[in-house]
């Protein structure tokens, strides 16, 4: 896989480079205008950005938004991250006001070295995601189009087998961006881990984790989970959850998890148990396993926090993903901010796998410096360690 260092010593100055982004960042719900709430994406692909912009190169950045329907929707333009990207670079950017038409083409053109344009959101158009490949491919024509060079440094979309991602480079010279490199190297590290080996795991839903957890199951010496999820495998068990979130259907394989996992994982023994999802509802601490009838579980609790953090305290290895509870309302964030300081307290490599607990980490304003790597993927992270093939990294390996 070659990578921008190799580009910028094959040299830039003039060429159109086309960077493949993931600046689908997210917004303060309601706001007007639109309030971007975590920038981290946006300042994770910054330096592919100002390394080619300062050597000459004329920049044009891709990225989807949300996911509309293959139409242009105000809801999900990506004005407002050209308004922040511009803050951040302290320099002008260019904003094209479609992805492939008109505009783009006129800014393109005009595009002079040293400069930087984004396009309107790729899911504007329905090639970006289609499933039938001429679709997809007409689509990777028009953008291969405009450039010279595609650089690929989204690594958030790269489990996806998208036009931008998958097809682009199938028509360009292609390179990986400084980012997508990074990545790739820390999950590398992360499938074959210096032992102890923690997983601590979060989220809502068992299903949506439970190919990594067959995948980590194996190898990890511990795997913590927490989150709404913990509370299909406490039911598993035998224990009354209340009105706590619960897949019926995943509590036989949660289930059959336990009895292969044995004490290699370990379950919250107290919960934060409110009357409702709000942030005034009324709540206290109970055990794990006596969750009132008419309470829900929105958080680990205190006893729970030391736990996890003992378990992660020796490790060499620490891959965390999925939050620990409702950390976005005050009173159901202290499980999620507990097991984090834990975590950058190891004295070994630790790395938050990209989504809401990425987003956890900046909202709860702790040190990102204190941990190891913070992934710009949660999906992609998670499928890399189940062993799937991603399309974007495979595209830039031929």
């Not at 194996?218 to 959850?241: N, R, S, W, Y």
């Not at 209340?242 to 292969?260: F, N, P, V, Y």
């Not at 736990?307 to 999925?322: P, Q, R």
């Amino acid at each position: 896989m070659k990578t921008l260092d190799d580009l910028l010593g094959e040299g830039v100055s003039g060429r159109r480079v086309l960077v493949r982004a993931d600046l689908n960042v997210p917004f303060e719900k309601g706001s007007d205008p639109r309030v971007i709430t975590d920038d981290g994406r946006i300042r994770a692909v910054l330096p592919t950005i100002v390394a080619l912009r300062d050597a000459g190169a004329r920049v044009i950045v891709m990225s989807h938004l949300g996911r509309p329907k293959g139409a242009p929707d105000p809801a999900f333009t990506l004005a407002p991250v050209a308004d922040r990207l511009r803050e951040l670079l302290g320099s002008a950017v260019v904003y094209a006001e479609d992805t492939v038409g008109p505009g783009a083409e006129t800014a393109v053109a005009a595009l002079e070295d040293g400069h930087v344009l984004l396009l309107e959101n790729l899911r504007f158009n329905a090639g970006e995601t289609s499933k039938d490949a001429a679709e997809r491919e007409a689509f990777a024509a028009k953008l291969a189009a405009f450039a010279d060079v595609y650089v690929g440094d989204g690594f958030g979309a790269v489990h996806r087998k998208h036009a931008s991602v998958y097809d682009v480079p199938a028509l360009l010279p292609h390179y990986a961006g400084g980012l997508v490199g990074r990545e790739v190297e820390v999950l590398k590290k992360v499938s074959a881990p210096e032992k102890p080996y923690v997983v601590v795991l979060g989220g809502s839903k068992v299903s949506d984790k439970l190919a990594v957890i067959e995948a980590l199951l194996p190898k990890v010496d511990k795997l913590l989970i927490g989150g709404g999820m913990c509370f299909t495998f406490l039911k598993a068990q035998g224990h009354e959850v209340g009105k706590s979130l619960l897949q019926e259907e995943m509590i036989s394989t949660c289930a059959d998890l336990l009895a292969r996992g044995g004490d290699r994982i370990v379950l919250p023994v107290d919960v934060v148990a409110a009357t409702e999802f709000s942030a005034d509802a009324p709540h206290d601490v109970v055990p794990a396993d006596g969750i009132p009838a008419d309470r829900l579980g929105l958080d680990i609790g205190p006893e729970s926090v030391k736990l996890f953090a003992d378990a992660v305290s020796s490790a060499k290895t620490v891959f965390w993903n999925g939050p620990m509870g409702v950390f976005e309302l005050a009173p159901f964030a202290a499980g999620t901010r507990g097991v984090a300081e834990a975590i950058t307290k190891v004295d070994g490599f630790t790395v938050v796998g990209g989504g809401d607990s990425a987003a956890a980490v900046r909202t709860l304003g702790l040190d990102e410096s204190a941990f190891g790597h913070i992934s710009t993927g949660g999906g992609a992270s998670l499928e890399y360690l189940e062993g799937k093939t991603l399309p974007g990294i495979e595209a830039l390996e031929k």
